[in-house]
Nanobody
Framework: QVQLVESGGGLVQAGGSLRLSCAAS????????MGWFRQAPGKEREFVAA????????FYVDSVKGRFTISRDNAKNTVALQMNSVKPEDTAIYYC??????????????????WGQGTQVTVSS
């Protein structure tokens, strides 16, 4: 099992940048695919980005492609989401998530079973 703690949320103006971080517990971090999800008020949780446990492949939802970048540092047990050119519609609670170890379905929302508590991102226009 892995425990996840997000940080880095806050208030940012449209067009600006924000970097979210997620620290994971455990000695087998490199075996987990990692993802970022978000949930805006009144909406379902959305799968935003993911990175495979091999770190060789990434996934992004169309609305953030070219603006957001997911990365991981297996030596530090962290995963980050760099958010550039943010828009008011990016406003949401952002959640870090981890899959079961060595999953081949890391690009699927259902693969993520461990969750952080979330961090609020608010983009002002």
């Amino acid at each position: 099992q892995v425990q996840l703690v997000e940080s880095g949320g806050g208030l940012v103006q449209a067009g600006g940048s924000l970097r979210l971080s997620c620290a994971a517990s455990g000695r087998t971090f490199s075996s987990y695919a990692m993802g970022w999800f978000r949930q805006a008020p009144g909406k379902e949780r959305e799968f935003v980005a993911a990175i495979s446990w091999r770190s060789s492949t990434t996934f992004y939802v169309d609305s953030v492609k070219g603006r957001f970048t997911i990365s991981r540092d297996n030596a530090k047990n962290t995963v980050a989401l760099q958010m550039n050119s943010v828009k008011p519609e990016d406003t949401a609670i952002y959640y870090c998530a981890a899959s079961e170890p060595y999953t081949s379905s890391w690009y699927r929302k259902a693969a993520y079973v461990y969750w952080g508590q979330g961090t609020q991102v608010t983009v002002s226009s």
